[in-house]
């Protein structure tokens, strides 16, 4: 019995040693032809001059950033650099940054070459872009897939170092060099086209757009025309209401329990009931003298119990939805001094802007401040996570002569006011709108309307991975402002009013299935 054991014991081992003998060889040639294949494709990246003729001058470069896209279509046994081999749809493009700081940009295509530009980097963001540069991570000797390569390279010896990092899943100080550089290279995410469109109207501007109360219908207003309810599924407008409009519509509000909504247009706030879509009331300012204070933004609070309003006195109106008076004091959970404040839905904390345009995290129960989140700036969305425990806020910093910084995200525990993450869309410190936040119900992604700068106008409806901080996924096709983003119906859609007089909507739950696997694949190939 025991021999008959020990003969089958080794027929199972003869077997498992002549498949890995088999096995073995594969393995290793394998990984000799990612090596080769890797040494082979970033070879011209480490033999080039390290000076270049400049207007007839001859300068020494200190960093040079390309990223490649189009190159998916070039077969993997024949790969070779981009610098040698183009084919039609393949570009190159980035930056390289001279000694002395200055950026010049370039786009090479089967087209030919282009750059220019010329802004420099700062003395002191250029010394820290050398010790990033000094370390530079390892790349691992792999090739990323095509269509997501970063090449960066710096100066080491007489040669350069190159190194090759994926665009979907660069380290940490790659982003930074990206964002010291200046270079414009953002990082690569799956990007998500509308499940449907259609026009809806024709004005460019002034336009706004919400979910109906009920929200099965998408409540639109263009131009000074009257509101619309759009049945989605048939593309049809099911009920027009018409409404006093002396001046355009340029936002629209609903209270928690869809009876009111508030209808902002220049400098006014009109108040209808749902049920009938009836006028209930105007709100605005008395002219004094030549003056009279806007107002705008009209949000409930949570609980229904006030209509809040900002006025550009600055000063924060508060008005009772039971008698539509308005209160001569703030609530006492509201600090004296807010001039925009917005409650957390469940908890008692709130996040609120003071006159001296301090942002703040506020204790409503205590009736306390807990942090300090940042000064000089305006608030522009808040939203508080699901479970209440992080909030996001875009602001925007005021700059000398009164003008307004581009925006920026950040995420901070409600506990104690602790800065989780700065997000940073299109990889820039600073961006040119915001025009949207809010969570998906799992609380693991934030949505984030987003536009790069002056030379874009497109939007992008960004995801961010709130625990990691890192941009993973975006909602396209909106070439212009935003006039409204929600969850529509089961929560499943994401729709938004564009200001090309289009509807969008978006399969909303497919994208975060696909951005959660895109994660997991970016965790599988390490």
Known sequence: MIRKVFISALIVLGVFLSVALIEWPNAVLHHGLS??????????????????????????????????????????????SILAKLNDRTVAYGCQIFADGRISYFHRSSMGVSGGG?????????????????????????????????????????????????????????????????????????????????AANYSHSDVALCISPDGKQIIESSGQGPLRFWDPEKREVVKEISTPHYTSVSGLSLSPDGAFAAIQRWGDVQLLETKTWRRVQDFSEPIIGRRRNLLSHPEFTTDGRFLLLRSSEPALLVYDTKTWK????????????????VPAPTTKRAVYLSKNNVLTLWDADQRREIAKLDDNVRLDHCAFSPDESL??????????GG????????????????????????????YEAAEGLFWWPDGVYLLAATKADNFFTSRGVDVWNVKSGRHRGEFIGCPTNLTGLGLFGDGRRLVSGCADGRIRIWDAESAIKQTAEFERSLVETK
């Open 403 to 430: 003008y307004w910084r581009p925006y920026r995200i950040r995420i901070w525990r409600t506990e104690d006011g602790t800065l989780t993450h700065e997000l940073r869309p299109f990889e820039r410190d600073i």
């Open 391 to 400: 909030v996001a806020v875009a602001t925007a910093q005021k700059v000398s």
């Open 326 to 341: 308005r209160r001569q004091k703030l609530p006492d959970d509201m600090p004296r001094d807010a001039v925009d404040y």
């Open 35 to 80: 090596r080769a294949q890797y040494e082979n494709w970033v070879r011209p990246y480490t033999s080039r001059p390290l000076t270049l003729n400049f207007r007839g001058e001859e300068v020494r470069l200190r960093l040079i950033i390309t990223a490649i896209e189009g190159d998916e279509e070039i077969s993997s046994q024949r790969e070779t």
């Open 118 to 198: 010329y802004p420099t980097v700062p003395e002191g963001e250029l010394e820290r872009m050398d010790e990033l540069l000094t370390n530079l991570p390892d790349d691992g000797a792999r090739l990323p897939p095509a269509g997501r390569r970063l090449v960066v390279q710096a100066p080491d010896g007489d040669r350069w170092r190159a190194r090759v990092y994926d665009r979907a899943d660069a380290p940490t100080e790659i982003l930074e060099i990206l964002r010291l550089s200046r270079s414009g290279i953002r990082s690569w995410v799956p990007q998500f086209q509308p499940a449907s469109e259609w």
